[in-house]
Every structure is written in structure tokens, then in C-alpha cells.
């Protein structure tokens, strides 16, 4: 019995990691050699693309939970502001919204000569989903692109402009 | 266009709401693949009944109770904030959804113009950067290419001017600091939308020091500069030292003397046969061998 137990809970946590694994979308990042004006340094090539990334896993977690407050971390101005405006349409309205991503294709295309701002873009491939009291209303597979500019704040880069829509 | 209807119609009981089915399955609707930001438009719907229209994406979300076979209007405060969004219409148990985008207005509103840095040095060859982003009136990045336009007035009357087209909503360029100190005005504009930042333009380095001797009371010689300037002619900031040196018999003494008033003065003692030098950072001044007169 305790055997069929362990054996139940390996398989759970099992699931959970392959569940985990496969719900990691497919990054592709264009080489930032050419990235003008400032050159960009290797860690800060890194940081800004984890730090992005991050801010897509923080904009699901936060529509999908209506709270405003996850922002904080990864956003800042405008991004921030709409953003939470858009918990706040959807705490009034009643509804919850997921987006998550299948792949992201981000090219950055400037760095500030003064080191202030970076803006990159994304062709990005995710699932949204608007559900009601855990019922679904609907789902897209949704393929665009989008603009962000990230700013340097204390401790990573937070996205200051977020916006989506094919140009 | 995804359509999403369950197999209610399987179950006899349930006669009467497939029925209600069938006609919201009929319900049709189609959104513009783009609108712009703060625009008025009306989309068409078929069918009958009510409905449930859901509009949701980053940027917003809204419910609008809707009549089967009727326009739904949205007005310039409905959709405002650019972006990809899913408009999802709810009849009965059915469910439509359809894909569009909001895009920037084409009007600017705003520029975000950062001006780096806001104290810098006469004469720096691209010393002074400026960066443009360009946004409409509801604060969305214009990303359609714009004309910029750069001046930079020093306090002096002259300007430079530089035009920038934008790429992805942003401009940028590298102008050099004027050859005179004192305030400038750092301006970008873009469809009579502007910006301005001021940028302190200060002396650069003492370009050459020239230093006079005098005797002074007490066995001792004075010292003083004449006006220490950089090399566009403006007077270096007072408070820059300036050191004073006297090499005598393998003694070398030193004096470090903040500039006041321009000039920097000091005594040391007199000996004859004593050479003194004057230098700031890395310029050297004049020498004098000390003859007693």
C-alpha cells in the first residue's frame, strides 16, 4: 500500500515536471550584435531577454488572478498602468484572462545611446483564454507581434512599453 | 473565426434550448482587422436574440449586452489603448470568437524625449545624446515612421538642427555641446508636438595657465594667475585647483589653491634661484626662476 503511495506521488510529481517542461514556450532570440546605438554587453543581453520573458510569465499570473499587484515586479508606466486598469475592467466585469505563450521570436532593435532604454520586438505565439467563475467563454491561438521598451530599474530591466498588434 | 457549440441537441429534454441553440449558432459577426485608437465604429451582427460580446486583451477588457441582428457601436472612449484583442460573442450556449487590432491613433500626443546628460563639458563631440519616443494621445507608441525634428539653442543664439525619421516609434541623435557655456534648450518636435529639456553646458579644462611674480613682505614671493580659461574662452569654474610649485636645492614644495574669482593666488617663500611652476590637471603653466625682483 505504501509502495502503490510512493509510487502514485513519483507519478504526480513526474506529471507536474513534464507538465512544467512543456509549458515552456520556444524562445528564439535574434543575435544582438548589430544593436545600435549603444553596444550592448553579454549580461546585459541576457538579462533583458530573462527579464522580458519574465514579464510575459507575470502578465498571465496576474489577468489570470485579477491582481494588479504582481505588476509591480517586472512593470513600470504606461505598461503598468494599462495593464492594471485592464484586473481591474476584468475584476468589475467578472472575468479572468490566461495568455500563454507557445513561442516568442524577439529581435532587439535598439539600445539608447545613454544605456536608458532597450526596445525589442517579438513575433509571439500563445494561447489566450476569458473565462467566468472557472467556466470557459472562450479561446484564441493568437499569432503577432509585439513592441516592448524595457528601462533599467534596481535590481533587472522592467518593461515600460508593452504593446501588441501586427504593424 | 472559431466556433465552439456543444452537443446539447443529443439530449431530447434539452429540446427547447437547442432550439435556442440553433439560433444563436446563427449569430455572425466580423470585426475590422484594425481600428484605430479612439475611433467610433460599428460592427455588424446576424441572428437573433441577445448575446454577450466580450472584448478582452492586454489593454482592456469590456462586456457589451448585444442584440442578435443589430450593429453594436462603439464610441471613442470604448477602445483606446492599442493592441491585439479577442472579441468573443456569447449566444445561448454557443460561443464565436474573432481576432483584431487596436492600432496607435495617427495623431502624436506626447513625445517620452530623454536628454542624456544634463550637465556636460564645451565642446564634446556628440556629447549630448537625445532619445524620442513617440506616442499618441492615449499614450500608445506610434509605430508608423515620423519625421523628428531636433534643435539645440545654446545660451548664445546659435543652434544646431537635426531631423530624425522614427523607426518602431523611436528617434535618437548625437549633437555636440557648444563651444560657449551656459544653458541650452533641447528641443524635439513631431507634428507640432514638442519637447524640451535643458542641458548645462560648463567650462571644459583650463586650456593654459599663465602665472606672474611679485615680492611680497616677509621674505616671501607672490603668486597669481591670470584668469584661467579653458580653450573656447570661457572662464574655468571657481574652485578648480590650481597647484603651485617651488623647486629649490632639491626641496620641492607644493601648494594646491582653489581658483576664486577666476584667478588663484598664493605666496611661498622667496629664494633666490627658485623655479616655480603653476598647472591644473594637465596643463602646465608658465615657469619663473626666482631672481628676487
Known amino acids: 500500500m505504501k509502495i502503490l503511495a510512493l509510487l502514485s506521488l513519483a507519478g504526480a510529481v513526474l506529471a507536474a515536471v513534464l507538465l512544467s517542461a512543456s509549458a515552456d514556450p520556444a524562445v528564439r532570440v535574434a543575435p544582438m550584435d548589430a544593436v545600435g546605438p549603444r553596444s550592448m554587453e553579454p549580461q546585459t543581453q541576457s538579462s533583458v531577454i530573462r527579464d522580458y520573458l519574465l514579464a510575459w510569465q507575470t502578465l498571465d499570473s496576474a489577468l489570470t488572478q485579477n491582481r494588479p499587484e504582481l505588476l509591480d515586479a517586472v512593470f513600470v508606466g504606461k505598461a503598468k498602468e494599462k495593464l492594471a486598469e485592464t484586473i481591474q475592467e476584468q475584476q468589475t466585469i467578472g472575468i479572468q484572462s490566461s495568455y500563454r505563450p507557445r513561442s516568442h521570436d524577439i529581435k532587439v532593435v535598439f539600445y539608447s545611446p545613454e544605456g536608458l532604454s532597450i526596445q525589442l520586438l517579438d513575433e509571439v505565439d500563445y494561447d489566450v483564454s476569458v473565462s467566468r467563475n472557472k467556466q470557459l467563454l472562450g479561446s484564441e491561438h493568437v499569432r503577432t507581434r509585439y513592441v516592448a521598451v524595457l528601462s533599467p530599474a534596481e535590481t533587472r530591466w522592467k518593461v515600460r512599453v508593452f504593446q501588441g498588434g501586427t504593424p | ?293
Open chain 2, 1 to 293: 473565426m472559431k466556433k465552439r457549440t456543444p452537443s446539447l441537441c443529443a439530449l431530447p429534454m434539452l429540446l427547447a434550448l437547442c432550439l435556442t441553440q440553433l439560433a444563436a449558432a446563427q449569430a455572425e459577426f466580423r470585426f475590422p482587422a484594425t481600428v484605430e485608437a479612439g475611433s467610433e465604429f460599428s460592427v455588424a451582427t446576424s441572428g437573433s436574440g441577445e448575446a454577450s460580446l466580450y472584448i478582452v486583451g492586454p489593454g482592456e477588457a469590456l462586456e457589451r449586452k448585444v442584440q442578435l441582428g443589430e450593429k453594436i457601436s462603439f464610441g471613442a472612449e470604448d477602445l483606446h489603448n492599442a493592441g491585439h484583442y479577442v472579441a468573443i460573442l456569447i449566444a445561448g450556449a454557443s460561443s464565436r470568437s474573432v481576432q483584431f487590432d487596436v492600432a496607435a491613433s495617427s495623431r502624436p500626443g506626447a513625445l517620452g524625449f530623454l536628454a542624456k546628460p544634463s550637465r556636460l563639458a564645451v565642446n564634446r563631440e556628440n556629447g549630448i545624446s537625445g532619445v524620442v519616443y513617440i506616442f499618441d494621445t492615449f499614450g500608445n507608441l506610434e509605430l508608423s515612421p515620423r519625421d523628428v525634428s531636433f534643435q539645440l539653442a545654446d545660451a548664445i543664439g546659435g543652434a544646431q538642427l537635426r531631423n530624425a525619421t522614427s523607426r518602431e516609434g523611436v528617434a535618437f541623435v548625437q549633437m555636440n555641446s557648444a563651444p560657449k557655456a551656459g544653458a541650452a534648450h533641447f528641443q524635439a518636435a513631431v507634428d507640432g508636438v514638442h519637447a524640451t529639456r535643458v542641458i548645462e553646458q560648463v567650462p571644459g579644462d583650463p586650456c593654459s595657465i599663465r602665472m606672474t611674480a611679485r615680492p611680497a613682505a616677509g621674505q616671501r614671493v607672490r603668486l597669481q594667475t591670470d584668469p584661467v580659461r579653458d580653450c573656447g574662452g570661457n572662464p574655468v569654474p571657481d574652485g578648480t585647483i590650481v597647484s603651485f610649485t617651488e623647486t629649490y636645492g632639491g626641496r620641492v614644495s607644493t601648494v594646491d589653491v582653489p581658483l576664486k574669482r577666476g584667478v588663484a593666488q598664493t605666496e611661498l617663500p622667496a629664494e633666490n634661484g627658485a623655479v616655480i611652476s603653476a598647472a591644473a590637471g594637465v596643463v602646465l603653466g608658465n615657469e619663473i626662476r626666482w631672481s628676487g625682483r
